[in-house]
């Protein structure tokens, strides 16, 4: 049996990311999910499952289940190396739109679960609307909503010396590898959804997703981003740009939602 420290320990050991280990001299109940997912990219879920976990000792006797379940077990060690091995391949999957240059930029440094932030609103606009005019991002009305700040973050690059790409393509709708502005198209599925590549510089490596979703008597737009952290600067860094991030998706969302509707009134009529 191992103790959560003794599993940091070994943990540590096999993939070399040595930090110290610094007990907190406090009861359980004080340690809240909403600490541990600030200081950490770990889902609420798990962080609160391992929080109640830690209220009991519990020496679990596995005798009766591998007596139904026959089965080998490998060595702590032998899993967390398997583990790190199927990390490598997390970006290599439908998720990024199996892009290569997503994949080369990953590093094992980076947090395996992302953080998210985004907003979906409910329109009466059709999906044929939505998509088009989810497809105009970076044309003439820009990113739909906060302009200025876009711009801002792209001056803050310009500051540390990582020039930027300007512009998209002319034609209406955007197609896989296209660039729009820094960004790069990673998912085109025409009328569901656009993932786009996030190609600024900081900490992490991230993603911006517009998904349509029919219902039926109304159709759900969710505008959201996905960003995996690299170490303490990759979450300092996406706590600082919440506030923003919520403020500018909900903008982008309920502009989108807006021109989309203006269509399919024009079109009914």
Not at 74 to 81: G, H, L, S
Not at 191 to 208: I, S
Request: hydrophobic share 45%; charged share 20%; aromatic share 10%.
């Amino acid at each position: 049996m191992l103790s959560y420290q003794q599993q940091f320990i070994r943990f540590m050991a096999v993939s070399g990311k040595h930090r110290p280990l610094i007990p907190i001299p406090l009861p359980t109940r004080w340690i809240s999910v909403w600490f541990l997912n600030v200081i950490t990219s770990v889902p609420p879920t798990i962080a609160k499952a391992l929080i109640q976990g830690l209220k009991h000792d519990l020496i679990a006797d596995d005798r009766a289940l591998r007596a139904l379940i026959p089965q080998t077990l490998i060595p702590f060690d032998q899993a967390v190396r398997r583990t790190l091995k199927e990390e490598e391949q997390l970006v290599n999957s439908s998720d990024w739109g199996y892009d290569a240059q997503a994949f080369a930029r990953w590093r094992p440094e980076y947090g395996y679960y992302p953080k998210q932030a985004g907003c979906t609103v409910a329109t009466q606009a059709s999906r044929q609307a939505l998509w088009q005019v989810v497809n105009q991002i970076g044309g003439e009305e820009g990113y739909f909503f906060g302009n200025l700040l876009w711009k801002t973050r792209g001056a803050m690059d310009l500051l540390v010396g990582h020039r930027l790409a300007k512009g998209r393509p002319q034609r209406a709708y955007l197609q896989t590898g296209d660039t729009v502005d820094s960004w790069k198209v990673i998912i085109v599925e025409e009328e569901k959804q656009l993932t786009l590549l996030f190609g600024m510089k900081a900490p992490g490596l991230g993603r911006l997703s517009f998904t349509i979703n029919d219902k039926g008597d109304r159709r759900e737009l969710d505008v959201r981003a996905w960003w995996h952290p690299h170490g303490m600067p990759g979450l300092i860094y996406w706590l600082l740009m919440i506030p923003a991030h919520l403020f500018i998706f909900r903008g982008m969302a309920q502009r989108i939602a807006r021109l989309a509707e203006q269509i399919s009134g024009r079109v009914e009529g």
